[in-house]
């Protein structure tokens, strides 16, 4: 009997309304640090217990603690600097990281919210880093004679916090390349970044890309030195099945059947045709089922309720086809 079709996500969850106010007022100088942090741990606790009343089989942090996937890091490396709000896209804003020096890991980033966020559970939990080429992609450079010079720094110093997470016993470890997709004609520096940042990790090592020019990038793409790329395929309607059936896909693959950018919550048939269409040319023990990407900009209650019906599917499909978790 095969094995395969694990449950899992791509890594944020909504921050619920009580834990946004806080932050707030941390901004505010209305609350401290620590009472900060112990609202952060309560609801990460929250997060956790959710994903395991729900079924799934991996689970993560749901990054409470973070704010933009960048400027989370930076603000804990040397040589970044962070800007004024600068606007990203619609309304959203952020603070971008400014690397002015050299950049470097000089105490830990997650480990101890991956070691946390472990004890309150059985089921592995996913170490989750930014990537050094999104890292460099999204910061201004000020100091670096080249992107690539300033890539590589990170990568060496995410490599830090990778092992240190492998050591502390992270069994699968996910660095977030979002910036890949849309820059195709660097994909070689980003091989070469990621490469560096997952070099000698002894766990499952993991690379979310999405929403970008896969056309131009695949079967490239598969040139990523990572165990397993995770996609999103439900907001494109799984057509990159059809790249899929020109060149194969050699890898374990995370395998997105949720629509992350929208409010509606998906049938659980919809959900099984997906999969459906894509053990069709992938086999059960490649697929890892998740999201399109991270759940932060769903409602906490969509959230659940996408992974819910997500899960209930999975189970239709091993059930019927045979598959053991």
């Known amino acids: 009997m095969p094995r395969g079709l694990w449950t899992?996500?791509?890594?944020?969850?909504?921050?619920p309304p009580h834990l946004e106010r806080a932050r707030n007022r941390f901004a505010r100088g209305e609350i401290s640090e620590a009472e900060l942090r112990q609202l952060e741990r309560e609801a990460t606790i929250e997060v956790i217990r959710s994903q395991e009343e729900i079924g799934?089989?991996?689970?993560?942090?749901?990054?409470?603690?973070?704010?933009?996937?960048?400027?989370?890091?930076?603000?804990?490396?040397d040589g970044f600097e962070i800007s004024n709000p600068v606007r990203s896209y619609g309304n959203r804003y952020y603070r971008k990281p400014v690397a002015t020096g050299r950049?470097?890991?000089?105490?830990?980033?997650?480990?101890?919210?991956?070691?946390?966020?472990?004890?309150?559970?059985?089921?592995?939990?996913?170490g989750m880093l930014t990537g050094p080429y999104t890292?460099?992609?999204?910061?201004?450079?000020?100091?670096?004679?080249?992107?690539?010079a300033l890539a590589m720094d990170l990568a060496e110093a995410i490599r830090e916090e990778a092992m240190a997470l492998a050591e502390a016993g992270a069994?699968?470890?996910?660095?977030?390349?979002p910036a890949i997709s849309v820059?195709?004609?660097?994909?070689?520096?980003?091989?070469?970044?990621?490469?560096?940042?997952?070099?000698?990790?002894?766990?499952?090592?993991?690379?979310?890309?999405?929403?970008?020019?896969?056309?131009?990038?695949?079967p490239a793409l598969l040139d990523l030195p990572v165990d397993m790329i995770d996609l999103e395929m439900a907001n494109s309607r799984y057509d990159l099945l059809d790249r899929f059936r020109q060149h194969r896909f050699t890898k374990?693959?995370?395998?997105?059947?949720?629509?992350?950018?929208?409010?509606?919550?998906?049938?659980?048939?919809?959900?099984?045709?997906?999969?459906?269409?894509?053990?069709?040319?992938?086999?059960?023990?490649?697929?890892?089922?998740?999201?399109?990407?991270?759940?932060?900009?769903?409602?906490?209650?969509?959230?659940?309720?996408?992974?819910?019906?997500?899960?209930?599917a999975v189970r239709e499909v091993r059930e019927e086809r045979g598959i053991t978790a």
């Open 8 to 15: 899992t996500t791509v890594g944020s969850f909504p921050k």
């Open 56 to 77: 799934l089989d991996i689970l993560v942090d749901g990054e409470l603690y973070r704010g933009d996937m960048t400027t989370y890091f930076a603000e804990l490396m």
């Open 103 to 126: 950049v470097r890991r000089t105490r830990p980033w997650t480990v101890d919210w991956w070691k946390f966020a472990q004890s309150q559970t059985k089921k592995p939990v996913k």
């Open 135 to 148: 890292m460099m992609d999204w910061s201004f450079n000020e100091h670096y004679p080249s992107r690539e």
């Open 171 to 177: 069994k699968f470890i996910q660095v977030d390349e």
């Open 183 to 218: 820059r195709p004609e660097e994909l070689k520096l980003a091989v070469k970044a990621l490469g560096r940042a997952v070099e000698g990790v002894k766990a499952k090592t993991i690379t979310h890309i999405c929403y970008g020019d896969f056309d131009v990038i695949y």
């Open 252 to 312: 374990e693959i995370g395998y997105g059947v949720l629509d992350v950018h929208s409010h509606r919550i998906e049938t659980k048939e919809e959900i099984k045709q997906g999969i459906l269409r894509g053990l069709e040319l992938l086999r059960p023990e490649q697929m890892y089922i998740d999201p399109d990407c991270g759940l932060k900009t769903r409602t906490v209650e969509e959230a659940k309720e996408k992974l819910a019906v997500m899960v209930a």
